[in-house]
């Protein structure tokens, strides 16, 4: 700045003049110096060190390069520049220093910030992730950070040590809490969900207070994810999780069997005992051959040893159309190719009620595809439902309009 004024004032120009004309000179050439050192930085350093990032056999550096990382640390270099400039303003060298100082904290924040990002996706790259996802847990070191820098930022501006601020938050702790209850408690849910395993990313949950029911896409300090199955997403606070109750489908998912659990409701007036016709028709069934022929002897053989009437068909033990039909289904759902055989398969009858007899399927599909499992579903009571008059028995249903339509007319009087 000296050389300058001094080759200002050999040019002519006034002392008082030239001290401005100089300082003015310096800022612009430390305004171009910081520009095209900002320049060379990005267009030549960071596209050096890019090529070498994309093309190395590394992949987690990958990571940092698309969060901007090296970017953002550029931004030091202007700031080195401009400290050097400073001692040529040794009037405003303090208050420059200050600038520099704030400046450069907001940039390694905004670095760090970067870093954990990446770090955060780095992570996610694992197995492990869907079950200890560490976002929560990214958020609170950014928050300590943001907060230390913001500590470090003031008592710079103030002169001030930074150990006084802190001193001084033990004072403000109450609204501290009140400022940060969101993010205590999810950080506290956070933790107890990573430690129990409540929940992963990719688990289909229900919680019908919030509406949601679907796959869980994201879980943060604050919030967690859910797209349902009409592809909206509902946000769920985290603590939401542990202080009420939600249902979680990942012990289906992971047994690899999905639930069937449904009823045909057979009208009882339709139900009696097999005629010799029936059971005739009954033994060409594939499925109930074998069942036909082994219950015949058992009755038989109970009637003979019981000395039962066979004549009267109260008497002794006789087959009934709703018990054929029940061991027929078993036999058809056990041999459907989309069962699973290593789960539990029941056909039973459950209380009788004003709709009909109950007849239940619980059983569970081989795969737990929401439209396979549909499908499967569907195939099965079609068929049910199809076969159901074979046996000489009536789905139950309400009457409908055409029903009414098809009784006979009485005539007006």
């Known amino acids: ?104 904290i907001i940039v390694v924040l905004l670095v760090l910030d970067a870093f954990l990002n990446a770090v955060n996706d780095i992570y996610r790259t694992y197995d492990i992730s ?15 950070l943001f907060i230390i820098g913001g500590i470090l930022a003031i008592s710079n501006l103030i002169g001030e040590s930074p150990v006084i601020l802190i001193s001084g938050i033990g004072a403000l702790s109450a609204v501290m809490l009140l400022i940060f209850k969101d993010s205590l408690l999810g950080l506290v849910a956070g933790i107890q969900l990573s430690t129990n395993d409540m929940v992963q990313v990719g688990d289909w949950i229900e919680m019908p207070k919030y509406g949601a029911d679907g796959d869980i896409i994201d879980i943060s300090l604050h919030t967690v994810k859910v797209q349902n199955f009409d592809k909206t997403i509902t946000t769920i606070p985290s603590y939401a999780l542990i202080s009420d109750s939600f249902k979680n489908w990942r012990g289906m998912q992971d047994a690899g069997g999905r639930r069937i659990k449904r009823a045909v409701y057979i009208d009882m007036n339709s139900i009696g005992f097999c005629t010799p016709e029936m059971i005739g028709k009954f033994k060409k069934i594939h499925l109930l051959s074998e069942y036909i022929l082994d219950k015949e002897k058992e009755i038989m053989h109970y009637n003979l040893e019981n000395e039962i009437d066979p004549t009267v068909s109260v008497n002794g033990r006789a087959m009934t159309n709703i018990g054929v039909f029940r061991a027929y ?85």
């Open 329 to 413: 289904v078993e036999r058809y759902v056990e041999q459907h190719p989309k069962i699973h055989k290593g789960m539990t398969r029941i056909v039973r009858q459950l209380a009788p009620a004003e709709n009909g007899l109950p007849l239940e399927i619980y059983a569970f599909t081989n795969d737990i595809n929401w439209a396979v499992y549909e499908g499967v579903q569907s195939d099965i009571f079609d068929h049910i439902l199809a076969v159901a008059p074979e046996f000489g028995l009536h789905v139950f249903q309400n009457p409908s309009g055409q029903d009414f339509k098809s009784l006979p007319k009485v005539g007006a009087y």
């Open 1 to 104: 700045m000296n050389y300058i004024k001094d080759l200002l004032v050999e040019l002519g120009v006034s002392t008082n003049l030239s001290v401005y004309l100089a300082s003015i000179a310096i800022v612009i050439i430390a305004g171009i110096v910081s520009i095209a050192a900002n320049f060379i930085t990005k267009k030549v350093v960071l596209r050096i060190v890019s090529h070498y990032i994309r093309n190395n056999r590394y992949r987690w550096d990958n990571y940092l390069l698309d969060r901007k990382v090296f970017h953002k640390l550029s931004h030091i270099v202007p700031a080195i520049i401009l400290y050097y400039f400073s001692f040529s303003f040794s009037a405003y060298h303090s208050l420059i220093l200050k600038g520099i100082t704030i400046y450069l």
């Open 130 to 144: 869907r079950s200890r996802p560490i976002k929560g847990y990214v958020q609170v070191v950014k928050i300590f």
